[in-house]
């Protein structure tokens, strides 16, 4: 007689688990999930895994910083600062910095990440940008990502304001400015705000609320959301043999893909770790405690703001009255020129769609010199924001290679106009000479440096097919623009490629010039 076992503790929680919540599958849909490999994508991952390390780093310092304004005379390690006054705030970084053990490490590990944070941030938008990869249906997910950076400006200008020292403190009184240069209700803005006069009592209490609690949260919320619209509308990929608008061609998330990822991250948190060890970074000692009637010189905001604090700097101090109220244009303009600028970009998806008429779906990645308007726009912007961060630093610059600091700050007004300008007409004009080169390759081949002669005297060149691979994808946009509206079909990758395969389904026609 057959005796039937009796599945196993494991089998049966599973099966109790699988029964209500589907978790079998679930797990059998989306761990199979493919995924394309392309050195860019990992770019999202070192944006993922530095957001990771700063939550850990940053719960990590919470236990031992303090955030009040309450004065305090220093009795630390520290020796040059004793018998200070200071904030709370300030002393509790220097014992974090002194006394704690590995806590500078761990706060400069948090500080470089959040650096790396939007930088990658940044990086990683601009390559979605640049290969158009924002374009329907992941306009959402574009919108999730540009409110993710937006974010992460303000959440780095909060955490480097916490430790009270006289660098934040000059931050704190550019940002005061900003509030008090609105019309009309400016005053009471730097008064709710700051809880009284500036500097006040409890900026300090309210930026680490902020800090630590509200927009991480925002954040941790908007990036699961970005990750599950990235499983859902699936990978884009680069056009190339076996690849189309309706499959996927790449690894599985599981196993192949989640054992490099976690690598990975531990990659990303060990190159952020020796970084911290060996470059110091916001050495809040050597400012000294903030102080209204004092300002520390060659005083700079981290990178990523440097650009705003760059139409400040460059901006004449305009101002005008109007009914009786002064309006200060050298700083109200460069205000609302900063979330303009960042503005631009995140509605950039629905004004090239308005404008081209792109309403398909897109899964296939552009290369940016088959689309040179839009890589010029993009390279446009970068420059002016460059032209911008070298006016936030206008002084360091005249310093370091012996200018007059008129001339620089001249030579940046007038750099906003132009050089974005002539980066624009140039960029599109290097896409458009690479395009024809590319052309040359399809119909003539590649150039092998042989020389022949043929029977009446004349020497030719010898030239080459190219490989079907590399013809594939210099003719990729080629036949992506004139392809009609298909149902879904089976598309197989070429056996020899070994790859794993998904699909889905998109119709329509693409919208964009390309040179013919």
Request: with cysteine.
């Amino acid at each position: 007689m057959r005796t039937v076992e009796r599945p196993g503790r494991g089998e049966r929680v599973a099966d109790w688990f699988d029964g209500r919540l589907g978790t079998h599958t679930l797990g059998r849909k989306y761990l199979r999930k493919v995924f394309p490999d392309h050195w860019s994508f990992l770019l999202g991952e070192i944006c993922l895994y530095s957001f990771v390390v700063l939550v850990l780093t940053g719960v990590w310092l919470t236990f031992f910083f303090h955030p009040s304004m309450n004065e305090v005379v220093y009795d630390g390690s520290y020796t040059p600062l004793n018998g200070v006054r200071m904030s709370e705030a300030y002393a509790s970084t220097l014992d974090i910095s002194f006394d704690v053990r590995g806590g500078l490490l761990i706060r400069q590990i948090h500080h470089w990440s959040a650096l790396v944070f939007v930088a990658a941030m940044l990086t990683h938008m601009m390559r979605h940008f640049f290969t158009g990869s924002f374009r329907r249906p992941r306009e959402v997910n574009w919108l999730f990502g540009w409110s993710l950076l937006f974010l992460g400006l303000f959440e780095g200008l909060f955490g480097y304001s916490l430790p009270d020292d006289l660098l934040s403190g000059t931050g704190l009184r550019f940002v005061d400015g900003a509030l008090l240069s609105v019309p009309i209700v400016g005053t009471y803005l730097s008064m709710f705000v700051f809880g009284g006069e500036f500097p006040g009592h409890d900026i300090v209490g309210r930026f680490y609320s902020l800090h630590i609690l509200v927009i991480p949260g925002i954040m941790a919320a908007l990036i699961v959301a970005h990750l599950i619209l990235v499983v859902y509308h699936k990978h884009t990929q680069f056009a190339g043999p076996g690849r189309t608008e309706r499959n996927v061609v790449g690894a599985p998330f599981m196993p192949v893909y989640l054992a490099k990822a976690g690598g990975f991250f531990f990659l990303v948190f060990g190159v952020l770790t020796v970084i911290a060890a060996v470059a110091s970074i916001n050495p809040v000692w050597s400012y000294g405690p903030y102080r209204a009637d004092q300002v520390s010189t060659g005083a700079q905001p981290d990178w990523y703001l440097g650009f705003a604090e760059g139409l400040v700097r460059v901006m004449p101090g305009w101002e005008i009255t109007l009914w009786g109220h002064t309006l200060v244009l050298g700083v109200l303009i460069p205000i609302v020129a900063f979330p303009l600028l960042l503005l631009f970009i995140g509605v950039y998806p629905f004004l090239e769609a308005r404008f081209t008429g792109a309403d398909r779906e897109h899964h296939l990645l552009d290369r940016p010199r088959d689309r040179p308007v839009r890589t010029a726009i993009g390279a446009a912007w970068i420059s002016l924001y460059l032209v911008l961060l070298a006016g936030g630093g206008n002084d360091i610059v005249a310093t370091r290679l012996h200018l007059s600091i008129n001339a620089v700050t001249w030579a940046v007004r007038i750099g906003v106009f132009v050089v974005p300008a002539v980066v624009l007409v140039v960029t599109r004009r290097v896409c458009l000479g690479l395009q024809l080169r590319d052309r040359e390759l399809v119909e003539h081949g590649r150039e092998t440096g042989r020389v022949r002669r043929l029977p009446h005297g004349e020497y030719v060149e010898i030239h080459e097919p190219l490989d079907p691979a590399r013809l594939h994808t210099l003719t990729a946009h080629r036949r992506d623009e004139h392809r009609p509206s298909l149902p879904e079909e089976s598309v197989q990758p070429p056996a020899s490629s070994r790859c794993h395969t998904s699909r889905t389904r998109t119709t329509g026609t693409p919208g964009d010039q390309h040179l013919t």
